[in-house]
């Protein structure tokens, strides 16, 4: 994975509609994935301003619910994925702070990826915590693209 492959994954996973249901489905999306690989993981999905859904699985600690709102936050302050943003970071030698974004509650490692509709933009985002920063990356990935097949 790479900054040119995270921005082509992001630039075609738009979807036609996010609504409850569809959070719904992604995070049961996401449940099954990690429950089949027996991953423990945290799984959030949200808008700026309400929580859609929420999971902690077994083998996930309360950590990982820190790390999935950083890296949340991360993806509502700059409308990329956390991985996106981790890969422009370290090609500029720079961070996060340098947008007066806090360490303490930003992450720039991957898992979060932005949940884009078509013809309004970055509506919400869906973010996994719990793994390498590129699996967490990769399993919201597989869920949003089965989801986008769905539509």
Known sequence: MDK???AAQEARLI???????DALALGQMLVTFARQDH???????RTPNRTLFHAALPGSAPINDN???RKSNT?????????LN?????????T??????????????????PIRVKGAGMVAVAT????????????????IEALLGQQ
């Open 67 to 69: 790390w999935a709102r």
């Open 86 to 94: 981790h890969f422009e970071n370290a090609e500029s030698s720079s």
């Open 75 to 83: 993806v509502l302050a700059t409308h990329k994925s956390s991985l």
């Open 39 to 45: 991953l423990g993981v945290v799984i959030d999905i």
């Open 96 to 113: 996060l702070g340098k947008h007066g974004l806090d360490h303490a509650d930003y992450s720039d490692h991957g898992g979060a990826v």
């Open 4 to 6: 040119a492959r995270a």
């Open 128 to 143: 996994v915590s719990g793994l390498p920063h590129l699996d967490d990356h990769a399993l919201v990935v597989r869920a």
């Open 15 to 21: 979807l036609n509609r996010f609504t409850e249901d």
